[in-house]
């Protein structure tokens, strides 16, 4: 956008500044420190300083603005009030700075150069806060050199004024011309800024002013704004010169007056002359008044003062009637005696070396002087004097002593209270800060014996009951004390004399004098500590004595009424925070209560949702592992051909189904007891261990050795070991937890020892097995050991579950069996468990192995393929005829078309949990058609239907997923042999 300037406008802009710039000097030579240095008063610079922004800042201001003004675009440009406003206010204030500047007169480089920086600063700010005020849309676009040249030069400019000013000659015919030759230089300067940056600025060719402000004609507003501006500028100029005349003014008429000053200080000693000469003359009529000493002697009689003139010998020269009494002696023995005939040697050299100092001086002493007398010390406030002859020379010593015994004594009763109350609040404040009784007794004790003081302090509790105190706490004096001689904490004392008795049951403060003659034993114990003077105060609590604090001196008589009164009131104070502190503690146990509480419901909320996630899953775990269950089952009981090897390998994926199986069904103990115990039966310990040992190869052996670990096994297994009565897949799970443990123990290697032992009869207990699962690993803290046991407890960090050895513990309280924990950090953890050996031989009892007799035609009714064909494969493999029907209403239309075409079955094993309908409905409708059909219910959910007394009405056995196939046939024989005992019940067919 094309852009022009008014010519008029920018010499008018300049000649603006120059006028600023002049203004500026003048007032640099009004604010400089040596101006008015010749006046009495210095004149007051700080409304100059603050006119002198006013004025200047406005010109150096309506210099911008004309240039502004004089500055012209093709649209119409307006200028936003605030802004306009907030410019000239940087303009003021950048004024006022230099203002200031000019007056501390720091002419050194760093004196000029940091605030001519701050100057050029604020003036560039203010140049640009104006332009911002145009309010272009869009906005202004700055060539970043010549944006930076405008801030130079008016830093340079700023830098050279400071300079000019402080350089400016403050006299001499050449300081006109030379502050106009410099107000023109700085002239240029400052437009030499303000067309540096609108030279800088850049217009884009479609701006326009948003500006709301108005838009008034530029050279009527220019020249509106440069008259206001000569008028200020002017009457600053103006006022400056008359004061300069005012202060030259003024000068001359300080010297006039330090001339009539001196002609006065003339007047003043002949004056002073002629009062010397009246003096005198009282002097001589004082001399002549003396014979008027009757008339003063009978005003001092009257005096209840003491009043005395002693000669420079000390002799006594007039005594008054309160001087007579006080010694007992008439005015004509007085007088002529000297201190030493009254005073004990001592008291009279001090009252000797006082009256010398008073001859010597030439104005009166006060002195507080001590005085012997028939009822003993008074103190005195003393007034001396020294009296003077004609000549004025030092002849007598005259004194006024006033008796302030009483006021002296009220004085001290005074601040030894103050001190007493001092000591008080101090310890209240202290023991307000514990909350700890034996603390708070500590502090308190402590205070009484820096501060009362006393000898020996201690805080007893009361028990009512028993009649006895014990020592809760001991002043650090009582602590210091010798064994022997030491009244140890926490010995109980008997209440047995009427002084301990008075304080405790009467709650009453005892104060004893003196305890040399006491027969208390308490007393004889403390005198033994060579205590004779003792209060006992009680601690109460809404009447009620709970504690008593003990003071003692070893001086007889050693507690004032003031003490006692202290102890008394210190003693409320204590066992308020005594009940406070016992309170809080209350208030703590009962919080950690509830936390231990909050602790107990979320862990039984865990162990809840624990126990209903495991029932949720067992139904599908158990449906998952029927089949591999019964197929390994049926291999081992059928085929022939397999290898020893091969066979316990079967058997041993074989148990693990048991146990993951197991697992499922005890993770709900953790949610709620077992309602009905298992049937336990014989398990010998050490092939249990054997098989956790093949179970857990892999992770004891193969899996350190890959990275390059080696954990040795070290079996200790006795033989024989007595056989014991128990769940074996739940020992073999505990078993195989502590072996796994053990080897996470072992990071680095190690040794794992797995040892059996038999422990003999203790007295009248059994004999008992012991297995140790013992680790060379890092061992267990005190903290870990202690709460190892507890459900989701957890060192493993995400590895671990937290239910591992609290599954241990839970085995070995349903086994009746103990378990110990033995570890230590850096050595190891030995895991030992000790079972109760079986009074039943392992070899004497034995399972069911009864087959059923006879064909039987059985209905299998599953949700599950697999299951049915598991299922179907391995009863066939009995000889019986197995008809199968997926889901419920399939296996009751099967049921119903038997029944139809004559051939019944004479069996029916079932699911529960099958969709739109279950297997109790499939019970209730088989059972209602033919009632002496067995229905056998097979569900992962038998143990829970059990424990919780929830069997089906309409089933006769209830079995577990994975099934046992021994199980199942004794449970096929019996409900088949009851069957054929009912009249009209069907004959299965033999096998063939």
């Known amino acids: 956008?094309?852009?022009?300037?008014?010519?008029?406008?920018?010499?008018?802009?300049?000649?603006?500044?120059?006028?600023?710039?002049?203004?500026?000097?003048?007032?640099?030579?009004?604010?400089?420190?040596?101006?008015?240095?010749?006046?009495?008063?210095?004149?007051?610079?700080?409304?100059?300083?603050?006119?002198?922004?006013?004025?200047?800042?406005?010109?150096?201001?309506?210099?911008?603005?004309?240039?502004?003004?004089?500055?012209?675009?093709?649209?119409?440009?307006?200028?936003?009030?605030?802004?306009?406003?907030?410019?000239?206010?940087?303009?003021?204030?950048?004024?006022?700075?230099?203002?200031?500047?000019?007056?501390?007169?720091?002419?050194?480089?760093?004196?000029?150069?940091?605030?001519?920086?701050?100057?050029?600063?604020?003036?560039?700010?203010?140049?640009?806060?104006?332009?911002?005020?145009?309010?272009?849309?869009?906005?202004?676009?700055?060539?970043?050199?010549l944006f930076a040249a405008s801030v130079l030069v008016g830093i340079a400019a700023a830098i050279a004024a400071l300079w000019i000013a402080f350089s400016l000659p403050h006299s001499g015919a050449r300081r006109r011309w030379y502050k106009i030759a410099a107000a023109a230089v700085m002239g240029a300067a400052i437009v030499g800024m303000h067309y540096t940056g609108m030279w800088a600025a850049h217009f884009a060719p479609n701006a326009v002013c948003i500006s709301s402000g108005p838009r008034l004609d530029a050279n009527w507003l220019a020249i509106t704004i440069?008259?206001?501006?000569?008028?200020?500028?002017?009457?600053?100029?103006?006022?400056?010169?008359?004061?300069?005349?005012?202060?030259?003014?003024?000068?001359?008429?300080?010297?006039?007056?330090?001339?009539?000053?001196?002609?006065?200080?003339?007047?003043?000693?002949?004056r002073t002359a002629q009062l010397q000469s009246v003096n005198e003359n009282l002097h001589a009529q004082v001399a002549a008044?003396?014979?008027?000493?009757?008339?003063?002697?009978?005003?001092?009689?009257?005096?209840q003062t003491v009043v005395y003139v002693k000669d420079l010998e000390g002799r006594f020269q007039l005594v008054n009637r309160q001087f007579e009494q006080i010694f007992g002696r008439s005015r004509a023995e007085i007088l002529g005696l000297t201190d030493h005939d009254l005073f004990a040697p001592g008291t009279a050299e001090t009252f000797r070396e006082l009256d010398a100092r008073v001859a010597k001086g030439d104005h009166a002493v006060i002195a507080e002087e001590t005085v012997p007398q028939a009822d003993g010390l008074h103190t005195y406030i003393s007034v001396k004097a020294p009296l003077r002859d004609d000549a004025g020379q030092v002849n007598a010593i005259f004194g006024i002593s006033t008796d302030i015994t009483e006021r002296k004594r009220d004085e001290e009763r005074l601040r030894s209270q103050l001190a007493r109350l001092s000591l008080l609040d101090e310890t209240t404040r202290a023991i307000g800060e514990r909350q700890?009784?034996?603390?708070?007794?500590?502090?308190?004790?402590?205070?009484?014996?820096?501060?009362?003081?006393?000898?020996?302090?201690?805080?007893?509790?009361?028990?009512?009951?028993?009649?006895?105190?014990?020592?809760?706490?001991?002043?650090?004096?009582?602590?210091?004390?010798?064994?022997?001689?030491?009244?140890?904490?926490?010995?109980p004392v008997l209440v047995d004399d009427s002084c301990l008795s008075r304080c405790c049951v009467q709650g009453q403060l005892v104060y004893e004098s003196?305890?040399?003659?006491?027969?208390?034993?308490?007393?004889?114990?403390?005198?033994?500590l060579e205590l004779r003077s003792v209060v006992f105060a009680p601690l109460m609590v809404d009447s009620k004595v709970f504690g008593v604090m003990i003071a003692a001196r070893r001086a007889?008589?050693?507690?004032?009424?003031?003490?006692?009164?202290?102890?008394?009131?210190?003693?409320?104070?204590?066992?308020?925070?005594?009940?406070?502190?016992?309170?809080?503690?209350?208030?703590?146990?009962?919080?950690?209560?509830?936390?231990?509480?909050?602790?107990?419901?979320?862990?039984?909320?865990?162990?809840?949702?624990?126990?209903?996630?495991?029932?949720?899953?067992?139904?599908?775990?158990?449906?998952?592992?029927?089949?591999?269950?019964?197929?390994?089952?049926?291999?081992?009981?059928?085929?022939?051909?397999?290898?020893?090897?091969?066979?316990?390998?079967?058997?041993?994926?074989?148990?693990?189904?048991?146990?993951v199986a197991n697992t499922i069904a005890r993770m709900r103990e953790f949610y709620r007891p077992r309602e009905a115990q298992a049937a336990l039966l014989p398990v010998d310990l050490n092939r249990v261990l054997q098989q956790v040992l093949d179970l857990t190869r892999a992770s004891w052996s193969a899996m350190p050795q890959e990275r390059g670990i080696l954990i040795r096994l070290q079996r200790e297994l006795a033989q024989p070991l007595p056989g014991i009565l128990g769940a074996e897949s739940e020992i073999r799970d505990a078993l195989t937890n502590l072996v796994l443990n053990a080897v996470d123990a072992m990071p680095e290697g190690g040794t794992l020892i797995i040892r059996s032992k038999s422990l003999p009869a203790a007295s009248a207990s059994v004999a008992r097995a012991l297995v140790e699962v013992c680790d060379t690993g890092i061992g267990m803290t005190e903290d870990v050991r202690n709460s190892c046991l507890e459900p989701f407890f957890t060192t493993k960090g995400e590895r671990g579950t937290g239910l591992g050895l609290a599954m241990v513990y839970g085995m070995t309280q349903r086994h009746g069996a103990d378990l110990e924990i033995h570890s230590e950090v850096g050595v190891g953890t030995t895991m030992r468990l000790i079972f109760p050996v079986a009074a039943t031989r392992v070899s004497d009892v034995g399972g069911p192995h009864a087959r059923p007799v006879g064909q039987l035609r059985i209905l299998l009714v599953d949700d599950d393929p697999l299951i049915l064909q598991s299922l179907r494969d391995s009863l066939e493999g009995d000889g019986h005829r197995i008809d199968v029907a997926e889901g419920g209403q399939a296996g009751i239309d099967a049921f119903r078309a038997a029944q139809q075409g004559g051939e019944?079955?004479?069996?029916?094993?079932?699911?529960?949990?099958?969709?739109?309908?279950?297997?109790?409905?499939?019970?209730?409708?088989?059972?209602?058609?033919?009632?002496?059909?067995?229905?056998?219910?097979?569900?992962?959910?038998?143990?829970?239907?059990?424990?919780?007394?929830?069997?089906?009405?309409?089933?006769?056995?209830?079995?577990?997923?994975?099934?046992?196939?021994?199980?199942?046939?004794?449970?096929?024989?019996?409900?088949?042999?009851?069957?054929?005992?009912?009249?009209?019940?069907?004959?299965?067919?033999?096998?063939?």
């Not at 402590?446 to 009512?464: M, S, T």
């Not at 208030?587 to 231990?596: C, I, P, T």
């Open 556 to 659: 007889v008589s050693g507690f004032s009424s003031e003490d006692c009164e202290f102890l008394r009131q210190l003693s409320g104070h204590v066992a308020l925070a005594a009940h406070q502190s016992q309170l809080y503690e209350a208030l703590q146990r009962a919080y950690e209560d509830l936390r231990q509480t909050q602790q107990t419901v979320m862990k039984q909320e865990r162990l809840r949702a624990l126990g209903q996630m495991a029932s949720g899953i067992a139904h599908d775990v158990n449906n998952a592992l029927t089949p591999a269950a019964l197929y390994l089952q049926s291999l081992l009981d059928r085929d022939r051909s397999l290898g020893a090897e091969a066979r316990n390998y079967l058997r041993i994926t074989l148990r693990a189904i048991e146990d």
């Open 289 to 303: 008044r003396r014979e008027s000493q009757k008339l003063l002697q009978a005003i001092i009689d009257n005096s």
């Open 436 to 491: 700890d009784l034996r603390r708070l007794f500590q502090v308190v004790l402590r205070n009484l014996e820096e501060h009362l003081p006393i000898d020996f302090g201690c805080a007893c509790l009361y028990d009512p009951a028993r009649q006895t105190l014990t020592v809760a706490s001991l002043g650090v004096k009582g602590q210091a004390l010798p064994p022997d001689l030491k009244v140890a904490e926490q010995v």
């Open 904 to 992: 019944s079955f004479d069996l029916v094993i079932t699911d529960l949990g099958m969709p739109h309908v279950d297997g109790r409905t499939v019970a209730t409708t088989i059972k209602l058609r033919a009632p002496t059909v067995p229905v056998v219910l097979l569900t992962g959910w038998a143990y829970r239907l059990q424990a919780e007394n929830d069997l089906p009405p309409h089933v006769d056995r209830v079995l577990s997923k994975p099934p046992k196939l021994t199980e199942l046939r004794a449970v096929l024989a019996e409900l088949t042999s009851a069957a054929q005992s009912m009249p009209g019940a069907p004959v299965p067919q033999s096998a063939s």
């Open 1 to 145: 956008m094309q852009s022009s300037y008014s010519l008029p406008l920018v010499v008018l802009s300049y000649i603006v500044a120059v006028l600023a710039s002049h203004v500026t000097l003048s007032l640099a030579q009004r604010l400089h420190p040596t101006y008015g240095a010749n006046l009495e008063h210095k004149p007051s610079f700080s409304p100059w300083i603050v006119g002198g922004a006013f004025s200047m800042g406005t010109g150096i201001w309506s210099m911008h603005f004309i240039g502004m003004l004089a500055f012209h675009l093709p649209v119409q440009v307006a200028y936003d009030l605030s802004l306009t406003v907030t410019s000239w206010l940087i303009a003021v204030v950048v004024s006022g700075f230099a203002l200031h500047r000019f007056h501390r007169n720091d002419t050194t480089a760093s004196g000029i150069a940091v605030p001519g920086v701050f100057i050029g600063i604020g003036i560039s700010a203010m140049h640009y806060t104006g332009m911002a005020a145009m309010q272009m849309f869009p906005g202004i676009d700055y060539d970043p050199l």
């Open 226 to 270: 440069a008259m206001f501006t000569f008028l200020i500028l002017g009457s600053t100029l103006l006022l400056s010169v008359i004061d300069a005349q005012l202060h030259s003014t003024i000068a001359r008429s300080a010297e006039a007056l330090r001339l009539a000053n001196e002609a006065l200080e003339q007047r003043v000693l002949d």
């Open 514 to 528: 003196d305890i040399g003659d006491s027969p208390s034993t308490f007393m004889e114990r403390l005198g033994r």
